[in-house]
Structures are given as structure tokens and as C-alpha cells.
């Protein structure tokens, strides 16, 4: 499968893999399970913003590219529905399975196939190594929090959000700033 602008889906995510992975670890003789086990709270804490950081330099990248092609209005609705085909489709593949609004300026976006975490598959020995993954999967998920935010900054839409894995998949929230309802 590829994405939306032909790049291999396996390539892409390796590619994504590699950056998570080299921020996480500290030195390149250090295997990624035990540099995730290491890290204290306060790691964890900065790696995941500085995650978020570059999520938000490729989100706004990719919301430029796809925009040109596409006219709406700017109605946080409007936008959302944009994010949840036409965003989701360029980078992952396929739409957001599900959006809930609550007409506040809050939107739930649920990917209940996220490929991303089922196709991750590590050794896992003991229940240390699950909570290193656990640990990876929310750097991940980091990341693509802050391609959300980006995508929507590079709409004009100040937001925020977080993301939680759940057993049908992916739960990410998005919380709009500054927006007029």
C-alpha cells in the first residue's frame, strides 16, 4: 500500500520509525528497548515535545502541499472533516474511522485500525519490554499528535492534542483555540 502521493506505506513508516527511534537513544551502541527503559519521567517529557516539534514542521508541510488543490469554507467543521479524509489519507493510507464533535471546539477522532501499531511488532520477553514499547507507542503517537496540530496551524486553526491507544485502536483529541462557535 502507499500513501496518497505514491510513497511505499512500509517505506514511510520505517522512515518514521527511525526518527522516533534516534531520539530516543542516546548512543548508537544502546538498543532502542533498553534506552526506552531507562528513561526517567522528565526524559520521557521532553523527548515527547520534542516529538510533537517536528509532528508540527511535517504536519504544516503536508497541509501546504494538499491545500492547493482544495477550496472550503473555514467553518472548524469543515476543517475537521478535511483533516479526518484528506490529511488522514496523505499520511496514513486511509480516513479516520470515526469523528465526534461535542460543538465546543472539541473533536475525537478514532482510527480503529491504526497500522502504525499493529504493524509494529518487538521482541517482547518480559513485562519490562511491554512497558518500553507502551513507551514507544506514546512517542509515536507524540509525533502524530504534532502533525495534527501542524496540519491545522498550517489551516489557521490554533489546537492542541493528545492521543491515547485503546483496544479498537487510536483515540486522538483535538481541542481548538481561539476558534468563534
Known amino acids: 500500500m502507499t500513501t496518497a502521493q505514491g510513497i511505499p506505506d512500509f517505506a514511510f513508516h520505517l522512515l518514521i520509525n527511525e526518527v522516533i527511534k534516534q531520539t530516543i537513544i542516546k548512543t548508537s551502541q544502546q538498543s532502542l528497548i533498553d534506552a526506552l527503559k531507562e528513561l526517567t519521567r522528565e526524559q520521557i517529557l521532553e523527548k515527547k515535545k520534542e516529538l510533537k516539534k517536528l509532528g508540527l514542521l511535517i504536519g504544516e508541510r503536508v497541509i501546504g ?26 499520511l496514513f493510507g486511509k480516513y479516520i474511522d470515526r469523528l465526534q464533535s461535542n460543538n465546543r471546539g472539541v473533536y475525537i477522532m478514532y482510527d480503529y485500525k491504526f497500522r502504525w501499531l499493529q504493524s509494529l511488532s518487538l521482541d517482547t520477553t518480559d513485562s519490562v519490554d511491554k512497558e518500553a514499547i507502551e513507551k514507544f507507542y506514546n512517542f509515536m503517537l507524540s509525533w502524530v499528535c504534532g502533525v495534527i496540530k501542524g496540519g491545522l496551524k498550517g489551516l489557521g486553526v490554533s489546537a492542541r492534542s493528545e492521543a491515547k491507544v485503546e483496544e479498537e485502536g487510536c483515540k486522538f483529541t483535538v481541542t481548538l483555540k481561539n476558534m468563534i462557535f
Open 65 to 90: 502541499y494538499i491545500v492547493k488543490e482544495h477550496i472550503w469554507l473555514k467553518e472548524p467543521n469543515a476543517v475537521l472533516r478535511f483533516v479526518c479524509k484528506e490529511f488522514w489519507l496523505c
